[in-house]
């Protein structure tokens, strides 16, 4: 009998050691490091998983066995987060033609991200179409539709990084048409680049009324884009030929319209001139036999030492939804306004009030354990289907979810009114908070701001004009998620834009579910 205990004994410990072997050969032998795949049937297979139930069955010996296994502990992946470099979203925004795509290309090509095959390729294709400058944009355009009008209409999505920055290139069309897409865009920006073309009657054309030079600074400002690199571009134009006197010239129209939109230009606002076709002043400094005027920083230099407000990993998560669709179950797209999201976390999906689980988290297509605020995610849930789901849904953290209503107070700044039309309750537009689009009615003038005191008047207002400033009431046909201005600074700003123009921009101060 005794014989026959210690046989089954032996049994147990072969196969406890076979089952404990098996941690350190998933997690490979350096624990440390973390799991990152490619294969996102792999990805769905939590490989760190131990079952309780299993560990509780074994004898003592094998317990301890297992204990001094070194598994990989969650502060070993909260140490390797931190190490990694810091992101930022950079929304490349101007008038059309000012070499927004180009200039996103060229530093894909500068950076590693494209190799000279591709290039050479894009070279004869452009060519093909008697359009030999546009071959770096076509890095950024990827659709036909795109390369053959020779403008941006989507908003492109690169990746590039240097020694400090990862960075998440955002290329937002120019074109008047398409002014939503850059606003989706610039919403989920930290940083911006405005680019100018130097070149004779162009940079005039955009700065002029109408232009987009003025109404992406606008809307840049409005939609929390609080650094602005301006690139003065085509410098090595045949008109320009690298002249300080132009470049001063564009500098000291743009100063003051800046100023007027917010920006404060000695902290905010940084000048520079460069090539985007040859790539001149972009990774590396120009040779003053180029530009002997010049001896400031080249875009990548300027790029890195951008400093940002740190975001808060500690508070109530939220993340817009910019997109989604199916891929082994529902993904949602969207960036971390707050807090942090971690695989195997539940949290809401508002308005609907879905409780939904983290499967698995991307993060530039790789597989990530957690990530912070600030990161563009791709989230694979579980508990819901992607039909359910409509972007400007908030992914939000479910001991304290986003606020869901259809009625809210603002404090509105009116640009420019339609021909004609005042500014009256009854007045209907069509409003872009982070990445909700939905038509919305003035329900209710409450009160005017006096422009020299900033503080509200006494006196009943009826309508305003352009220019005024005032608070009101505002009510949308659905259930939209949003936050005060006070609280949650990139959920509670705002834009009101009817047929094509953008008519007053605000922040929400008050919320009436």
Request: hydrophobic share 35%.
């Amino acid at each position: 009998m005794d014989n026959l205990e210690d046989d089954i004994r032996a049994l147990q410990l072969d196969s406890s050691a076979e089952d404990s072997n098996r941690v350190p050969n998933e997690n490979g032998e350096e624990p440390k490091e973390p799991v990152a795949s490619d294969n996102v049937e792999e990805d769905l297979r939590d490989e760190s998983y131990i079952d309780p139930q299993t560990v509780h069955s074994e004898p003592k010996d094998v317990a301890e066995v297992k204990e001094q296994i070194p598994a990989a502990p969650e502060p070993i992946e909260d140490e390797v987060e931190k190490e990694k470099k810091r992101h930022l979203n950079v929304v490349f925004i101007g008038h059309v033609d000012a070499g927004k795509s180009t200039i996103g290309g060229q530093i894909l090509y500068l950076s590693g991200q494209v190799d000279e095959r591709t290039i050479q390729k894009y070279e004869k294709e452009a060519k093909d179409k008697s359009r030999e400058s546009w071959y770096m944009a076509y890095i950024m355009d990827t659709n036909a539709e795109e390369r053959v009008k020779g403008i941006t209409v989507e908003v492109g999505r690169a990746h590039f990084e240097t020694e400090t920055t990862r960075f998440t290139i955002l290329d937002a069309p120019g074109h008047k048409s398409y002014v939503p897409n850059m606003i989706s865009g610039a919403s989920q920006a930290d940083i911006g680049v405005l680019v100018i073309s130097a070149r004779k009657g162009e940079f005039e054309t955009g700065y002029e009324r109408g232009g987009q030079t003025r109404e992406h600074v606008q809307l840049a400002k409005t939609l929390g884009v609080s650094k602005l690199l301006v690139v003065v571009n085509k410098m090595d134009d045949p008109t320009v030929n690298w002249s300080k006197e132009r470049y001063d010239e564009i500098e000291s129209k743009m100063v003051p319209f800046l100023k007027s939109s917010g920006y404060n230009v000695k902290k905010d606002i940084q000048f520079l001139p460069i090539s985007g076709l040859h790539g001149t002043n972009m990774q590396t400094r120009m040779d003053k036999k180029v530009c002997p005027w010049w001896s400031g920083q080249c875009l990548f230099e300027a790029l890195d030492a951008i400093e940002v407000p740190p975001r808060d990993p500690n508070g109530p998560f939220r993340m817009p939804i910019i997109d989604k669709f199916k891929d082994m179950g529902t993904v949602v797209m969207g960036k971390v306004e707050s807090g942090s999201l971690r695989e195997g976390n539940s949290v809401l999906i508002m308005p609907n009030k879905v409780q939904v689980k983290v499967l698995a988290l991307y993060c530039d297509d790789d597989k990530v354990r957690s990530a912070g605020p600030g990161e563009n995610l791709k989230v694979r849930l579980s508990g819901i289907e992607d039909e359910d789901i409509l972007s400007g849904f908030v992914l939000s953290s479910i001991e304290k979810p986003i606020q869901a209503v259809n009625e809210f107070v603002a404090h509105l700044q009116i640009l420019e009114l339609l021909d004609n039309a005042i500014f009256t309750a009854g007045y209907k537009a069509v409003l872009h908070i982070h990445s909700v689009v939905e038509e919305c009615e003035i329900i209710e003038l409450m009160q005017q701001i006096d422009p020299r005191t900033r503080q509200p008047m006494r006196r009943k207002v009826l309508f305003v004009k352009n220019g005024a400033a005032v608070v009101c009431r505002i009510q949308v046909s659905n259930m939209i998620c949003i936050e005060k201005f006070l609280d949650f600074q990139q959920l509670g700003r705002f834009t009101l834009r009817t047929e094509g123009k953008t008519v007053a921009i605000g922040k929400v101060t008050d919320l009436r579910a």
